[in-house]
């Protein structure tokens, strides 16, 4: 199976800051990483597909980007409705993986 | 716009037989893959499996002895089936449609609502 890891696992932010999530894969997976959002009690919403792709209704403020093992989740003027956790996925085989998370509270 | 809902008994005992069902709203089986993940604090995010419109399966080798996933297009509905359930089957499962991309890519991008499970004597 393949490995996805992220960093931080947690983080603390402002409303208004920008901030960077990081996620590599155990090898590499191409473009096949898509980031998901969740909020307590809630399914993942999809965000980013296919490494920089911004699914329909996400606001511009988030972006992805990266090739291959690392991967890159941006968020820059952070909303208080995007403190959430944060998930990466691999899509290049199955079975598909998802790394463990990074959770992102009100500084 | 597609949305799944889902529903089955979220209390079980060890060694019995777990039994979901998703229904899909809005839109058809054909051109996706259907499918299940589970989350749980020890295990994280997990693919269980998926199944297309011609009934093709796929598994997570580490589930796959235990787990059945079965479409019914005359109803637009899934199902899952986990037995022998222990302990560690524990976790709020998500019925998911996952939305093929330029090869080999693909994303879940709808989900349904979750329903937590519980495993315990």
């Known amino acids: 199976d393949i490995q996805m890891t992220q960093s931080p696992s947690s983080l603390s932010a402002s409303v208004g800051d920008r901030v960077t999530i990081t996620c590599r894969a155990s090898r590499s997976v191409s473009n096949s990483v898509n980031w998901y959002q969740q909020k307590p009690g809630k399914a993942p919403h999809l965000v980013i597909f296919s490494a920089s792709s911004l699914h329909s209704g996400v606001p511009s403020r988030f972006s992805g980007s990266g090739f291959g093992t690392d991967f890159t989740l941006a968020i820059s003027g952070l909303q208080p409705e995007d403190f959430a956790t944060y998930y990466c996925?691999?899509?290049?085989?199955?079975?598909?993986?998802f790394g463990p998370g990074t959770k992102m509270d009100v500084k | 716009q597609v949305q799944l809902q889902q529903w089955g008994a979220g209390l079980k005992k060890p060694s019995e037989t777990l039994s979901l069902t998703c229904a899909v709203y809005?839109?058809?089986?054909?051109?996706?893959?259907w499918g299940w993940i589970r989350q749980s604090p020890g295990r994280g995010l997990e693919w269980i499996g998926e199944?297309?419109?011609?009934?093709?399966?796929n598994y997570n080798p580490s589930l796959k002895s235990r787990v059945t996933i079965l479409v019914k297009k005359s109803t637009n509905q899934l199902s899952l089936k986990v037995i022998s359930l222990t302990d560690a089957d524990t976790a709020v499962y998500y019925c998911?449609?996952?939305?093929?991309?330029?090869?080999?890519?693909?994303?879940?991008?709808?989900w349904g609502q979750g329903t937590p499970v519980t495993v315990s004597a």
């Open positions: 809005g839109g058809t089986f054909t051109n996706h893959y």
């Open positions: 996925q691999q899509s290049y085989t199955s079975p598909f993986t």
């Open positions: 199944v297309n419109d011609s009934g093709d399966t």
């Open positions: 998911a449609r996952r939305w093929p991309l330029v090869k080999p890519s693909s994303c879940f991008d709808t």
